[in-house]
Structures are given as C-alpha cells and as structure tokens.
C-alpha cells in the first residue's frame, strides 16, 4: 500500500492507496511544535479509528510527501522510517512529474500547487485552470499540452475572515456559512454574506481575467477543504475535485518509482 501526506499551513491531509484506489483519507492540524512519537501515535489512532488492523499498517511499503511547511519534514521524514520502515519520497527540485515548469524560479511553486497540477492534466488532459480553497487561495493555468505556466495566490478565506475579526473591534468571529440573503440585518449575517459572496466574487473576478489572459476557455477546477462550500456560489467552477492533491501525489510516485 502507498500512503500519500499533503502537508499544508493549516492542515495535513493523509490518503492510502491500495494499487490506484483511495481506500481512506484523514485530514488533521498541521502542528510543527508535535514530537516525531505525538504525530505516529496521532498516525496510528487514525488507523485505528479506521478499523484498519495491524497487519495493514504493515502493509504501507511506500510513502510520498508534499510539504510547505518546512519545518514539518523534519517530523514526518524520521516518523515514517520509526513507524512504517519506509524513507519516504519528498516532492521537491529534481522529481519527476511529467510536466514542464514554465516559472522564473521553479523552486519558489509551492509543491501542492504542482502536484494540483499533475493530477489535473491526467484527468481532464486539458487545458485547465486549478483553484486551490487552502490557507492560501492559488489560481494555477495548465496550458493544453500540459505545461505548469504560473498564476497568482491571494489571501485564504479563514485568513482573510480572521483578520475582519481582529482588526476590527465590534465585529465576532463567526462561523462560515451561506447566508439566505445579501442584504442582511443582523451584523454576524453581514459578515457571513460579505466573506461567502466577497470571496466567490474575487474567484470569479480572477478567473475571468486569466481566461482573457490565455485567449481561451479552460475548464475550471476547484479543490481544497473549502472547495465545496464555495464553489456553487460562483460562475466559473466547472468541477470539484476534492481529493486532487492525493491523486498527484499518487501518480507522481508511480512516476519515481518502479514498479
């Protein structure tokens, strides 16, 4: 079996394959300040909590990680040779992904934004335009011939909902959901409508302008934690593929690893 780890800002998303099927996946709170034995016990309670018996943790024989948080490999790297005896591929410079990087840097695209990428090409084999609902919210533009062009990243809608909350003394923190109207009158529902609609608005406002960039119509795809909150709320998301980045992760160790 093949266990996939994304590791974000805030949080960690794990996936296990058996051959090209997701049997499970667990979502937790990306935490650098956890020990090495916090996270494997975290690890194997998910297992557990799975029913997943011992001989199936056994069973893991290869793991990949893609991580933006640094500081975050120095626990999983010894976590996976300690509780599974695996050295786990990294997704970094010098991985093969079957897909050219066209950035002024390559080494500055954060590696869930490439393994987004990967996955969605395989899928669609189209060009394609890839809206990230993460802590930060990335656009990214697959041309037709598979190539990562670049995009551009705005604020997250959590970050941006909690920083209305702390720079603004009057206004609560509120739950993020979908108001019933846009013209509300109670302040936690003005909050609600300006957040959800706001940021459906901004997705849609950037998107357009990218399609006008390119001279084309790519189909949109939306993923992320938030993805399905969202995505209905705006006019350009074609599909919603919440589990894209474990799919990358997928065929990119296929791609470094022989079978």
């Known amino acids: 079996m093949l266990l996939v780890i994304d590791v974000g800002n805030t949080n960690t998303v794990l996936g296990l394959y058996d051959g090209d099927k997701l049997v499970h996946d667990w979502r937790i709170r990306t935490e650098s300040d956890h020990t090495i034995d916090e996270y494997g016990v975290l690890i194997l309670n998910l297992y557990h909590s799975s029913r997943l018996k011992l001989n199936e943790i056994k069973a893991v024989k290869a793991i990949i990680i893609s991580c933006v948080v640094p500081p975050m490999l120095n626990i999983l790297e ?14 970094g410079p010098g991985i093969k992904t079957g897909m050219p990087i066209f950035y002024d840097n390559p080494r500055e695209v954060g590696a869930d934004r490439i393994v987004n ?5 395989d899928k669609y084999r189209k060009e394609s335009i890839i809206v990230d609902f993460g802590t930060a919210t990335t656009f990214d533009y697959i041309s037709a011939k598979g190539e990562y062009m670049g995009g551009c990243i705005a604020p997250g809608i959590v970050i941006s909902s909690e920083a209305l909350f702390e720079r603004a ?3 609560p923190r509120v739950e993020f959901s979908r108001p019933k109207t846009v013209i509300t009158k109670d302040t936690i529902s003005a909050m ?5 609609f706001g940021y459906a608005g901004l997705v849609d406002g950037i998107v357009e302008r ?4 390119v001279k084309s119509k790519p189909l949109v795809i939306a993923t992320g934690g938030l993805a399905k909150v969202v995505a209905p709320e705006t006019k350009c998301i074609d599909k919603i593929e919440e589990m894209l980045t474990l799919e990358g992760l997928r065929i990119i160790y296929k791609l470094n690893v022989k079978q």
């Open 78 to 91: 010894p976590l996976c040779v300690k509780y599974f005896n695996v050295k786990p591929l990294i997704v």
């Open 117 to 121: 990428a990967v996955a969605a090409f």
């Open 169 to 171: 003394s009057k206004l």
């Open 192 to 196: 609600q409508a300006g957040i959800m």
């Open 210 to 213: 990218m399609k006008a960039e």
